[in-house]
Structure formats: structure tokens, C-alpha cells
């Protein structure tokens, strides 16, 4: 968190003393000595609260009247310049900027859940928030802008995991492709012993994507699909969907590390039957995030 600038965003993830993902927030430092973590649905308020009682630290722990909403996709950039200014077309991606509209004062940062351009607005106070939407849905009206929840096919397709679905405290971020975030060079934190137990083990699972053969899915999963080898359970697909842009449905799953690599004989039982998958790498699309980290003037 030192290497964080104020200014910037990180994701980051928080882990039990078992190793286990309870959260992947985005962290906006906004202050030498003032944080945000833009958590996912989980009680992480009454955990950090927890941590504290015990810690010995001398910190204030407390849930901010800050309120975000989301603004994503190709034309977001233009969405956000209209209401906000165009200031906002020189914000680099996972970096923050304060600004307001009407008087109404926000957080801007360049993140998102879709691997997509887009933006989080962080509403400061509520009392305005009707307003606060009105204005962005007016000036992205033009554009098609419409409401809805995190666009499922394109988090899939650019390998973004959903903590709740893809992660859990059952998980731990070595099964999930997360080394990047663990410090193992720190003195300690929460989980780094059961990590470092995991790590000279070696993982017994990990996270893959698939390529699942049959028609178009109608029906996403709303659990785990179990895979199998022969008869026998050797993982869960945790997402799929099916994906125009490739033709083909995908998703993620969770296998045990001795079937990472098969080439084939894997099934997986949706709620449409039984259908063979192939192991492939993620993300799907862009690899490199060019899409997201794309800069927001031409030229």
C-alpha cells in the first residue's frame, strides 16, 4: 500500500488465516493516511473492525456516506466528459480524480467489472443521488446508455472473477491466479503462514476457462456445474455464458491441479445435460487490457 500514490487505485485481495479470499476489493488512496476499499458484497466492515480489536494498530475504521455506481463500455468516455468535463478524458486507468456536477461533488476513478473503457462514480452523501443519476442517464440517453447489472458475457470473456461465484473464503488467491497480489516478502499479515504452507505444497486446485461444446446456453448457471473425468468429480465450472462475439460458450472452473492439463474426456453437468469441455487460457479476450487501459483522447 506504501507504493500506492495518492491518485491511484490497486486491487488488491484480503485473505482469513486459513488463506482464503474474503474480499478483492479496488483501494482508492485518497489521502497520505486515508483509504478507500471498494469492497464486494461481503460484511468486510465488521472483519477490518474485528482485525482491529486485536491488532494493536492505532486506526479509525468506519463506512464512509460514499455510493458508487458504474458507468462502462465504449462510449462511457464520452458519457462521463459530458457531465463531469473534459478533464476527465486524461484519466489514466486505476487512477482517481475529484470533480462535480451542479454542485454535486464525486470520486471519479478509471475501474470497472467488465474489461471494458468505463469509470466508477462515487457519490459523496446521498442526499443527492436522485439528481446525481438523472443527470448521467440524460446525458447518456443519446448514446443508448441504459441501466443494468455488471454485463455478465464481458467480465467472462476477460477473465474477471466474481467474488461470491468464481471466489470464496474456500478459495485462496494461489488457486485463482493471484500470486501477483500476494507479498510473500512482507513480515506478515492474516493468512500469509497457511499461504506460504500452500505455496511449498504446491496448489491442489486451480481456476482454468473452458470452451463448452453445444448450442448457445439459455440458462446461466446459478450454482457450480460439476465436472467430471469418467465418473469421478474433479472440479465446478463457476460461470458460464455463452459468448456472441466468439461463437461459443464459456466460462471459468475450479479443477483439481491433476486435470489442468487434460487435452480432453472432461464433462460438465449444466442445466441443459451433459456436454464435453476443452481447457483453454484466460482471459478469452485481451490479454493484455488493452481495451480498459485504452487512452480516452484520440491521438
Not at 30 to 42: E, G, K
Not at 190 to 214: Q, W
Request: charged share 25%.
Amino acid at each position: 500500500m506504501r507504493k500506492v500514490a495518492v491518485g491511484q487505485c490497486r486491487y488488491l485481495v484480503m485473505t482469513n488465516q486459513e488463506g482464503g479470499i474474503l474480499n478483492d476489493p479496488v483501494m482508492l488512496r485518497i489521502a497520505a493516511d486515508r483509504f478507500w476499499l471498494s469492497t464486494a458484497d461481503a460484511d468486510m466492515y465488521l472483519w477490518a473492525k474485528g482485525v482491529a480489536a486485536y491488532s494493536g494498530h492505532d486506526v479509525e475504521i468506519g463506512t464512509p456516506d460514499v455510493y458508487p455506481l458504474q458507468v462502462q463500455g465504449p462510449r462511457s468516455p464520452d458519457i462521463i466528459a459530458a457531465v463531469f468535463g473534459d478533464a476527465t478524458l486524461d484519466l489514466k486507468y486505476y487512477h482517481w480524480m475529484q470533480a462535480s456536477v451542479d454542485g454535486i461533488d464525486v470520486v471519479i476513478s478509471r475501474t470497472g467489472f467488465s474489461s471494458e473503457v468505463g469509470f466508477e462514480v462515487y457519490l459523496q452523501g446521498y442526499d443527492r443521488g436522485d439528481e446525481l443519476w438523472e443527470i448521467i442517464m440524460a446525458a447518456g440517453k443519446p448514446l443508448g446508455l441504459a441501466p443494468g447489472s455488471p454485463n455478465r458475457i464481458r467480465r467472462i470473456e476477460g477473465g474477471v472473477l466474481d467474488f461470491g461465484s468464481d471466489m470464496t473464503p474456500k478459495e485462496n488467491p494461489l488457486e485463482m491466479g493471484m500470486e501477483r497480489l500476494v507479498a510473500f516478502d512482507k513480515p506478515d499479515f492474516i493468512g500469509k503462514a497457511a499461504l506460504e504452507t500452500i505455496r511449498a505444497e504446491g496448489v491442489k486446485r486451480k481456476v482454468v476457462g473452458l470452451f463448452i461444446d453445444g448450442n448457445a446456453f439459455e440458462k446461466n448457471n446459478e450454482h457450480r456445474w460439476p465436472v467430471f473425468s469418467d465418473n469421478e468429480i474433479v472440479g465446478h465450472v463457476s460461470s458460464a455464458v455463452y459468448s456472441p462475439r466468439l461463437e461459443r460458450n464459456i466460462g471459468f472452473a475450479l479443477l483439481d491441479a491433476a486435470h489442468t492439463g487434460d487435452s480432453g474426456g472432461l464433462r460438465v453437468e449444466t442445466a441443459e445435460g451433459v456436454r464435453n469441455i476443452t481447457i483453454t487460457s484466460l482471459p478469452f479476450v485481451d490479454p493484455d487490457k488493452k481495451i480498459p487501459r485504452a487512452s480516452l483522447r484520440e491521438g
